[in-house]
């Protein structure tokens, strides 16, 4: 039974912080790669976030670098996004995702809001 649960969604302040965490189960985590996304409503959802398998190799999009900083604990199978010098441009729903690559095996998790506001 393959799991990927995000937590730490919420309100925050502009500015503020947040760290979310994607707890997996059911698969080889330290085989995927792992990725954020985000949704806005009517926007289509943007990749934010890679890490991968070993996390030597990272990657932001332009409207994150900077501010967020994607992470993972192989033995706890987890993956985590600090989330710093937030804005109301922040404010989506933020998915967790795994990829296999070659074998095209993925798995999304169910996402958590993230609002961004006064």
């Known amino acids: 039974q393959v799991q990927l649960v995000e937590s730490g969604g919420g309100l925050v302040q502009p500015g503020g912080p947040l760290r979310l965490a994607c707890a997996t189960s059911?698969?080889?985590?330290?085989?995927?790669?792992m990725s954020w996304y985000r949704q806005a409503p009517g926007k289509e959802r943007e990749l934010i976030a890679t890490?991968?398998?070993?996390?030597?190799?990272?990657n932001y999009a332009d409207s994150v670098k900077g501010r967020f900083t994607i992470s993972r604990d192989n033995a706890e199978n987890t993956v985590y996004l600090q989330m710093n010098s937030l804005s109301p441009e922040d404010t989506a729903v933020y998915y967790c995702?795994?990829?296999?690559?070659?074998?095209?095996?993925?798995?999304w998790g169910q996402g958590t809001q993230v609002t961004v506001s006064s």
């Open positions: 890490i991968h398998t070993a996390g030597a190799g990272r």
């Open positions: 995702y795994a990829d296999h690559l070659w074998s095209q095996r993925h798995y």
């Open positions: 059911g698969f080889t985590f330290s085989s995927y790669v």
